[in-house]
């Protein structure tokens, strides 16, 4: 069994910054897969932020977070992390980190992770 963890929410003025970390135990994966970060606010469907290669740091955005957001990985800590610079109202959400078994076509999709943390609160005031 995997367990995923976040940490780091919290509120923020519009314009600043937070980080975001998931810490992964349980069973170790030694190789492929991909980590990913999704985000659900009231009354909306989850959508996708962003996701990385586990082995190849591979980094995909959501274009509402490009170029504001960045995704890192420490393999040797079983961790990722989500840099969210000049933050916006519309960040706003309970953001979810999740993990895939192996290889997945679906990385921008809830249907290509396994395993899923329990989420923290982003607020963002105006």
């Known amino acids: 069994q995997v367990q995923l963890v976040e940490s780091g929410g919290g509120l923020v003025q519009a314009g600043g910054s937070l980080r975001l970390s998931c810490a992964a135990s349980?069973?170790?994966?030694?190789?492929?897969?991909?980590m990913g970060w999704f985000r659900q606010a009231p009354g909306k469907e989850r959508e996708f932020v962003a996701a990385?290669?586990?082995?190849?740091?591979?980094?995909w955005y959501a274009d509402s977070v490009k170029g504001r957001f960045t995704i890192s990985r420490d393999n040797g800590k079983n961790t990722m992390s989500l840099q969210m610079n000049n933050l916006k109202p519309e960040d706003t959400a309970v953001y979810y980190c999740?993990?895939?078994?192996?290889?997945?076509?679906?990385?921008?999709?809830?249907?290509?992770?396994?395993?899923w943390g329990q989420g923290t609160q982003v607020t963002v005031s105006s």
């Open positions: 349980g069973r170790t994966f030694s190789s492929g897969g991909v």
């Open positions: 990385i290669g586990w082995t190849t740091g591979s980094a």
């Open positions: 999740a993990r895939s078994r192996g290889a997945t076509a679906y990385y921008t999709e809830g249907r290509g992770y396994d395993y």
